[in-house]
């Protein structure tokens, strides 16, 4: 069972149809939508803020999203995939948005709508990642458009792969 733990006076919330990884962390202000599965070693800290995750979400081994206190929150919208090794600090990203293994997202930035973050990428505070867009480098910058139908197949597909993934070690 995944440690989950209340602190200051908020327990998380998770939705229904959730996988958590027997060693995942989810502690205090954290919202969890349906048909999550937050995998092994990840740490979902709502300690100082608010973690409000949509629906459809996988958040992938290793990753940590943590916010600042009374500054920044973070709000992942629905069929979202965040890799492995992933740290997402106060920010927003969007509905079928990818952020890939390795990647940094920074207090402020937003990542829009079927966006794609390479891997190892680092999105400095306040960025704007335009929807459908894919950024990469450190820092990340601006790489290609990417057709949108394109990124939604992509980025759902990933979605609903984590979702059979997830229902292999339910049936465990």
Request: hydrophobic content about 40%; some cysteine; aromatic content about 6%.
């Amino acid at each position: 069972m995944a440690l989950i733990k209340s602190l200051r006076g908020f327990t998380p919330k998770i939705g229904n149809n959730c996988y958590l990884a027997e060693n995942a962390t989810i502690i205090g202000e954290v919202i969890i939508g349906d048909d999550c599965s937050i995998w092994f070693n990840t740490v979902l800290r709502g300690d100082v803020n608010t973690i409000t995750i949509g629906n459809r979400v996988n958040v992938q081994d290793g990753a940590v999203l943590h916010c600042l206190y009374q500054k920044s929150t973070i709000e992942i919208g629905n069929d979202v995939s965040i890799g492995h090794n992933v740290t997402i600090h106060g920010a927003s990203v969007r509905d079928g948005a990818l952020i890939g293994m390795g990647a940094t997202v920074l207090d402020g930035a937003v990542v829009g709508e079927g966006a794609i973050i390479a891997a190892n990428a680092l999105v400095l505070s306040n960025t704007i990642i335009e929807p459908g867009s894919i950024y990469a480098g450190v820092p990340a910058k601006f790489v290609k458009k990417v057709d949108p139908a394109q990124a939604q197949e992509i980025n759902q597909r990933i979605a609903k792969n984590y979702l059979m993934y997830s229902s292999w070690y339910k049936e465990e």
